[in-house]
């Protein structure tokens, strides 16, 4: 597609369940990032894939959180023992990077994340 | 610590006035700067950004001023439109890499347009 996809756009679940939530970035962009959103708040930064490179998990709040990114593009976060307090809209953003700089971010609409 | 912050957390304009979204940034090694616009419902867009080697850059109806001697970013939005309505992100690329892609948001601010 044009654009960052995520998918899916709205998850209820209960508490203690694990959820995953997709992104596919742009087609070419080479760093990924995921954040979330709780409401009213700023972008909480989770995780950071570049390339080949080891993806850096500094962000992740907790280890019920992980990510992956197969073959350089689709990522998957995954959330096990959903808790009350991971309701957020989890947002995804690919980049082209040149050198060391990071480019223009570019966003996908989200995952609202929805935790009884 | 270093972190990129904002004077007001929301800020409510006249239609047809002009808006002045504030960024406070730490990180003199910062070089590039980004506003982002994020509407209800929907992932941040991007508005405008600057290098820090320019003062002043201007798009359509906005303009990004940045003051390296206080550390100060803003965004100008002229003749503020309801459909300006949104929360607004600044943020800073600190130069030499490392965590996070070496790009750090800001909390935001909420722009609300009376009509």
């Known amino acids: 597609g044009a654009g960052v996809s995520q998918s899916p756009s709205n998850k209820v679940t209960e508490k203690g369940k694990d959820v995953e939530l997709r992104c596919d970035p742009i087609?070419?962009?080479?760093?990924l990032y995921w954040y979330r959103q709780s409401l009213g708040q700023g972008l909480e930064f989770l995780i950071y894939?570049?390339?080949?490179?080891?993806?850096?998990k500094s962000g992740l709040p907790s280890d019920r959180f992980s990510a992956e990114r197969t073959g350089g593009s689709v990522s998957t976060l995954t959330i096990q023992r959903t808790q009350q307090e991971d309701s957020a809209v989890y947002l995804c953003?690919?980049?082209?990077?040149?050198?060391?700089?990071?480019?223009?971010?570019?966003f996908g609409e989200g995952s609202r994340l929805t935790v009884l | 610590g270093e972190s990129v912050g904002l004077h007001l957390p929301t800020l409510s304009v006249q239609e047809g006035d002009n808006s002045i979204i504030n960024c406070a940034y730490s990180?003199?090694?910062?070089?590039?700067f980004i506003w982002y616009k994020q509407e209800s419902g929907k992932g941040p867009q991007f508005i405008i950004d600057?290098?820090?080697?320019?003062d002043k850059r201007q798009g359509q109806r906005v303009t990004v001023l940045l003051n390296k001697t206080v550390k100060h970013l803003s965004l100008q939005i002229a003749a503020t439109q309801p459909g300006d309505s949104a929360v607004y992100f600044c943020?800073?690329?600190?130069?030499?890499?490392?965590?996070?892609?070496?790009?750090?948001f800001g909390k935001g601010t909420k722009l609300s347009v009376k009509p």
């Open positions: 600057i290098r820090s080697n320019m």
């Open positions: 990180n003199s090694a910062s070089d590039y």
């Open positions: 943020a800073e690329r600190r130069r030499g890499g490392g965590s996070q892609g070496n790009l750090i």
């Open positions: 087609s070419g962009h080479t760093a």
């Open positions: 953003a690919s980049s082209l990077v040149r050198g060391a700089n990071t480019g223009e971010l570019f």
């Open positions: 894939f570049q390339g080949n490179s080891a993806p850096d």
